[in-house]
Nanobody
Framework: QVQLVESGGGLVQAGGSLRLSCTASGRTFSSYGMGWFRQAPGKERELVAAITRVGGTNYAESVKGRFAISRDNAKNTVYLQMNSLKSEDTAVYYC????????????????WGQGTQVTVSS
């Protein structure tokens, strides 16, 4: 199994930046596609960004140009760099791992981090 541990969440002002990190256990990290999801109160969990095992990326339209996902397989870590943060970005952010090459939906991910709160004040 894969265990995921997140860090980097917190309170920031609008226009600021945060970098989330998610470190995975196990020898098979490089075989997994990784995704960042977020869930705001009363809303469905949505895909923010995804990265394949070979570095292909996909982003939600709402964050395109502001967020960047990356991975360092040597460190078993995936990152989400968040710039130009808006109040609408406030949510609990989760990292997740899928054994598939890519999945746009939460159901496709088998392993999840504990979630980290990101709050953007206006």
């Amino acid at each position: 199994q894969v265990q995921l541990v997140e860090s980097g969440g917190g309170l920031v002002q609008a226009g600021g930046s945060l970098r989330l990190s998610c470190t995975a256990s196990g020898r098979t990290f490089s075989s997994y596609g990784m995704g960042w999801f977020r869930q705001a109160p009363g809303k469905e969990r949505e895909l923010v960004a995804a990265i394949t095992r070979v570095g292909g990326t996909n982003y939600a339209e709402s964050v395109k140009g502001r967020f960047a996902i990356s991975r360092d397989n040597a460190k078993n870590t995936v990152y989400l760099q968040m710039n130009s943060l808006k109040s609408e970005d406030t949510a609990v952010y989760y990292c997740a791992a899928t054994p598939n090459y890519y999945s746009a939906y939460a159901v496709g991910y088998d392993y999840w981090g504990q979630g980290t709160q990101v709050t953007v004040s206006s």
